[in-house]
Nanobody, 121 residues
Framework: QVQLVESGGGLVQGGGSLRLSCASSRRFFSVENMGWYRQGPGKQRELVASITGGGDITYEDFVKGRFSISRDNAKNTLYLQMNSLKPDDTAVYFC???????????????WGQGTQVTVSS
């Protein structure tokens, strides 16, 4: 059983910063990809940033230069540092990991429960 627990969301004024964390309940045998998605009010879920098992990072254009994704393998934790926040960044943020829990298993897709980020103007 894998649980991803997000934290760090909240209410912040425009221009402010937040740091989201996503802690895994267990270590993975192999990680293919991990990332952060978000779903704003009345919108579809969209990718924000991702990092491969090899460390390649991708950012969507709307967060480039403002957000930074990172991981701490020793703590089994994924982070999203969000700076220069805008009201349009208001959404529920979800972490995602595609990984193997053991050498004999296939890759599974795991999601956190989401954390609300609200940016006031």
């Amino acid at each position: 059983q894998v649980q991803l627990v997000e934290s760090g969301g909240g209410l912040v004024q425009g221009g402010g910063s937040l740091r989201l964390s996503c802690a895994s309940s267990r270590r993975f045998f192999s990680v293919e990809n991990m990332g952060w998605y978000r779903q704003g009010p009345g919108k579809q879920r969209e990718l924000v940033a991702s990092i491969t098992g090899g460390g390649d990072i991708t950012y969507e254009d709307f967060v480039k230069g403002r957000f930074s994704i990172s991981r701490d393998n020793a703590k089994n934790t994924l982070y999203l540092q969000m700076n220069s926040l805008k009201p349009d960044d208001t959404a529920v943020y979800f972490c995602y990991i595609r990984a193997k829990v053991a050498y004999y298993t296939g890759y599974g897709d795991y999601w956190g429960q989401g954390t609300q980020v609200t940016v006031s103007s």
